[in-house]
């Protein structure tokens, strides 16, 4: 049970803790493994998977033997007209609680699985005085610390995403938990952020990016790529032990998330208010800004004022930046190897619904564009990505 907790804990966010907020020994929810593996991940996250794989996984993976016998592809969706249907969110950073938000808005019953002690925190990232009334009693904050009620809303929940926000893989013990074959009956469909995995143009320019500018470059480093490709195959077949079906979402550097803001403009002699180009409260609130501030004006908010649209690819195939790395990191502009963290939220919120979304995998890029694609445009871009 101690085990269960500590991995839970690190798969809800406490790897990249939000501005102000530091790790801490939280008595009976952290273990000295735990804590150990908190501040390798801090100093160097490559040894601390190392470290993590080494030791003997206090989650055992299932090996049930009442796995439910399989189907024909059905391309079940996941529809919000459905009461039944849930969603459970899982992962850690920023990702997570926009794809809450977003199931939210589209009528989702929605549980968060969130650091434990940060639930005021991220009310703040969500609730805005335009959407808390729709949304606020479809979403469900759940502790990581607590495993007994995270256990118990897997039986109930028809989806689940799982995102992270930052380079390495969820781990695949904290996977198998909630994808276990004898506690998943409504389990419809899987839907994983993975990461662009083929190599194109990354390397040695992104690397020295993601020193000198961003840390959060997505460099596609040996390490990373080995945990996401092993992960993409453990929720491939442990999807189909649960009879459901399974999306894998690709991303590059993620950038923004958030609102937006209706007094920016892309002319800086044009002073008036934009709301409809530039506010867009269905993501997260300005608070995210603030949060993820460095300078006067965070290139975090230019980004999203700049880059609302979405491209989509089938398979594994977008590239990242090369030699335009250093000049990429940060800029507020459409980039080759950049996924907005908007786009990839809607995207695997909005692939729940459509058949045409079970069991394959895309990736998600960006579009220089004041406004997010309307629902029309989304049919269009999966329609076209996913023929």
């Known amino acids: 049970k101690q085990g269960i907790n500590d991995q839970l804990c690190v798969s809800a966010g406490l790897e990249f803790p939000m501005k102000g907020q530091t790790t801490r020994n939280s008595g009976s929810t952290m ?31 299932h090996k049930s033997n009442n796995v439910r016998q399989p189907f024909p592809p059905l391309h079940a969706t996941v529809l919000p007209t459905d009461a039944e249907n849930t969603v459970g ?16 808005l589209q009528g989702y019953n929605t549980w968060l699985m969130i650091p434990e002690g940060e639930q005021e925190r991220c009310e703040t990232l969500i609730f805005d005085d335009i959407n808390k009334e729709k949304i606020e009693p479809l979403i469900t904050f759940v502790s990581a610390s607590n495993q007994e009620a995270v256990a118990a809303k897997i039986p109930s929940t028809s989806a689940f995403l799982f995102t992270v926000d930052g380079d390495g893989a969820m781990e695949e013990g904290v996977t198998n938990f909630f994808l276990n074959p004898d506690n998943t009956e409504k389990l419809k469909r899987v839907v994983l952020m993975s990461r662009h995995l083929n190599g194109k143009g990354l390397g040695f320019f992104t690397k020295a990016s993601k020193m000198s500018a961003n840390i959060e470059v997505w460099a596609g480093e040996g390490e990373y790529v080995k945990q996401y490709k092993a992960l993409e195959a453990q929720i491939q077949s442990a999807s189909a032990a649960c009879n459901a079906e399974y999306t894998i979402v690709r991303a590059g550097t993620l950038k923004g998330g958030a609102c937006g803001d209706s007094g920016y403009s892309l002319d800086a002699d044009e002073a008036v208010k934009n709301e409809e180009l530039n506010y867009h409260p269905q993501y997260l609130t300005s608070a ?11 290139w975090q908010l230019l980004f999203d004022c700049n880059v609302r649209g979405v491209t989509l690819k089938k398979g594994d195939v977008m590239e990242g930046p090369g030699a335009k790395a250093v000049f990429t990191a940060t800029a507020p502009e459409e980039c080759p190897g950049d996924t907005s963290r908007c786009g990839l939220a809607e995207a695997m919120v909005r692939s729940l619904s459509l058949e045409e979304a079970a069991n394959v995998d895309f990736g998600v890029g960006t579009k220089e564009q004041r406004a997010p694609p309307t629902d029309e445009e989304w049919k269009e871009l999966f329609q076209s990505a996913l023929k």
């Open 31 to 61: 273990n000295a493994f735990a804590m150990l593996f908190m501040t390798m991940m801090y100093t160097n996250p490559s040894s601390a998977f190392t470290f993590l794989n080494q030791q003997k996984s206090p989650i055992p993976l």
């Open 89 to 104: 969110v899982v992962g850690r950073g920023y990702a997570p609680i926009l794809a809450a938000k977003l199931a939210a």
């Open 288 to 298: 995210y800004y603030d949060y993820t501030k460095k300078d006067l004006v965070t």
